[in-house]
Nanobody
Framework: QVNLVESGGGSVQAGGSRRLSCTASGGSISFYAVGWFRQVPGKERELVGSISRLDSSTYYPYAVKGRFTISRDNSKNTIYLQMNSLKPEDTAVYFC????????????????????WGPGTQVTVSS
Protein backbone atom coordinates (compact mmCIF):
# COMPACT_ATOMS: atom_id res chain seq x y z
CA GLN A 1 0.00 0.00 0.00
CA VAL A 2 1.37 3.37 -0.99
CA ASN A 3 1.23 6.35 1.36
CA LEU A 4 0.93 9.85 -0.06
CA VAL A 5 1.79 13.21 1.49
CA GLU A 6 1.18 16.58 -0.12
CA SER A 7 3.37 19.62 0.48
CA GLY A 8 3.83 23.11 -0.91
CA GLY A 9 0.57 24.67 0.14
CA GLY A 10 0.34 28.18 1.49
CA SER A 11 -0.83 31.67 0.66
CA VAL A 12 -0.33 33.37 -2.68
CA GLN A 13 -1.67 36.48 -4.36
CA ALA A 14 -3.96 36.29 -7.35
CA GLY A 15 -1.97 35.92 -10.55
CA GLY A 16 0.83 34.13 -8.75
CA SER A 17 2.09 30.57 -8.93
CA ARG A 18 2.50 27.69 -6.57
CA ARG A 19 3.91 24.18 -6.96
CA LEU A 20 2.52 21.34 -4.92
CA SER A 21 4.31 18.05 -4.40
CA CYS A 22 2.87 14.63 -3.69
CA THR A 23 5.50 12.31 -2.30
CA ALA A 24 4.92 8.58 -2.04
CA SER A 25 6.30 6.07 0.42
CA GLY A 26 5.76 2.36 0.84
CA GLY A 27 5.84 1.75 -2.89
CA SER A 28 7.01 3.13 -6.20
CA ILE A 29 4.80 5.88 -7.59
CA SER A 30 5.67 4.59 -11.07
CA PHE A 31 3.10 1.83 -10.56
CA TYR A 32 0.24 4.27 -10.10
CA ALA A 33 -1.94 6.66 -12.02
CA VAL A 34 -2.32 9.78 -9.91
CA GLY A 35 -4.89 12.52 -9.68
CA TRP A 36 -4.98 15.89 -7.98
CA PHE A 37 -8.26 17.01 -6.44
CA ARG A 38 -9.39 20.02 -4.47
CA GLN A 39 -12.18 20.69 -2.05
CA VAL A 40 -13.74 23.71 -0.41
CA PRO A 41 -16.05 23.50 2.61
CA GLY A 42 -19.56 22.49 1.70
CA LYS A 43 -18.66 21.31 -1.79
CA GLU A 44 -17.70 18.01 -3.30
CA ARG A 45 -14.12 17.19 -4.10
CA GLU A 46 -13.28 18.03 -7.73
CA LEU A 47 -10.57 16.79 -10.02
CA VAL A 48 -8.00 19.34 -11.18
CA GLY A 49 -5.88 16.92 -13.18
CA SER A 50 -4.60 13.40 -13.61
CA ILE A 51 -1.47 11.77 -14.95
CA SER A 52 -1.25 8.28 -16.34
CA ARG A 53 1.10 5.57 -15.24
CA LEU A 54 2.44 4.41 -18.59
CA ASP A 55 3.27 7.49 -20.65
CA SER A 56 2.54 10.37 -18.26
CA SER A 57 -0.31 11.60 -20.41
CA THR A 58 -2.38 14.20 -18.59
CA TYR A 59 -5.95 15.35 -18.34
CA TYR A 60 -7.28 18.66 -17.04
CA PRO A 61 -10.82 19.92 -16.60
CA TYR A 62 -11.79 23.18 -18.25
CA ALA A 63 -11.56 25.21 -15.04
CA VAL A 64 -7.79 24.77 -14.81
CA LYS A 65 -6.69 23.81 -18.32
CA GLY A 66 -3.84 26.00 -19.50
CA ARG A 67 -3.04 27.11 -15.94
CA PHE A 68 -2.26 23.86 -14.10
CA THR A 69 0.32 21.25 -15.10
CA ILE A 70 0.91 17.83 -13.60
CA SER A 71 4.23 16.07 -13.94
CA ARG A 72 5.91 13.09 -12.36
CA ASP A 73 9.46 12.31 -11.30
CA ASN A 74 9.52 8.61 -10.60
CA SER A 75 13.15 8.79 -9.45
CA LYS A 76 12.00 11.03 -6.59
CA ASN A 77 8.75 9.13 -6.08
CA THR A 78 6.94 12.44 -6.48
CA ILE A 79 4.09 13.93 -8.52
CA TYR A 80 3.92 17.70 -8.97
CA LEU A 81 1.08 20.13 -9.57
CA GLN A 82 2.29 23.42 -10.99
CA MET A 83 -0.38 26.08 -10.63
CA ASN A 84 -0.04 29.36 -12.53
CA SER A 85 -2.26 32.42 -12.91
CA LEU A 86 -3.97 31.56 -9.67
CA LYS A 87 -7.39 32.98 -8.89
CA PRO A 88 -9.20 33.43 -5.56
CA GLU A 89 -11.58 30.66 -6.63
CA ASP A 90 -8.63 28.26 -6.66
CA THR A 91 -8.56 28.50 -2.86
CA ALA A 92 -9.10 24.99 -1.51
CA VAL A 93 -7.53 22.02 0.18
CA TYR A 94 -5.61 20.11 -2.47
CA PHE A 95 -5.29 16.33 -2.35
CA CYS A 96 -3.32 13.84 -4.38
CA UNK A 97 -4.67 10.36 -4.91
CA UNK A 98 -3.44 7.16 -6.52
CA UNK A 99 -5.41 4.45 -8.24
CA UNK A 100 -4.55 0.82 -7.50
CA UNK A 101 -1.31 -0.38 -9.12
CA UNK A 102 -0.99 -1.11 -12.82
CA UNK A 103 -4.10 0.76 -13.86
CA UNK A 104 -3.39 1.72 -17.45
CA UNK A 105 -6.15 4.01 -18.67
CA UNK A 106 -5.11 7.40 -19.99
CA UNK A 107 -6.89 9.16 -17.14
CA UNK A 108 -9.33 8.68 -14.30
CA UNK A 109 -11.68 11.53 -13.54
CA UNK A 110 -13.90 10.24 -10.74
CA UNK A 111 -13.02 10.41 -7.06
CA UNK A 112 -14.38 6.90 -6.46
CA UNK A 113 -11.78 5.43 -8.84
CA UNK A 114 -8.88 6.37 -6.58
CA UNK A 115 -7.79 4.12 -3.76
CA UNK A 116 -5.09 5.96 -1.81
CA TRP A 117 -5.27 9.55 -0.62
CA GLY A 118 -2.99 12.06 1.03
CA PRO A 119 -4.17 14.24 3.92
CA GLY A 120 -4.28 17.40 1.80
CA THR A 121 -2.60 20.79 1.80
CA GLN A 122 -4.30 24.19 1.96
CA VAL A 123 -3.83 26.73 -0.82
CA THR A 124 -5.21 30.21 -0.25
CA VAL A 125 -5.28 32.75 -3.07
CA SER A 126 -5.93 36.34 -2.07
CA SER A 127 -7.19 39.08 -4.37
Amino acid sequence: QVNLVESGGGSVQAGGSRRLSCTASGGSISFYAVGWFRQVPGKERELVGSISRLDSSTYYPYAVKGRFTISRDNSKNTIYLQMNSLKPEDTAVYFCAARRPYSDAAYYTEERLYDYWGPGTQVTVSS
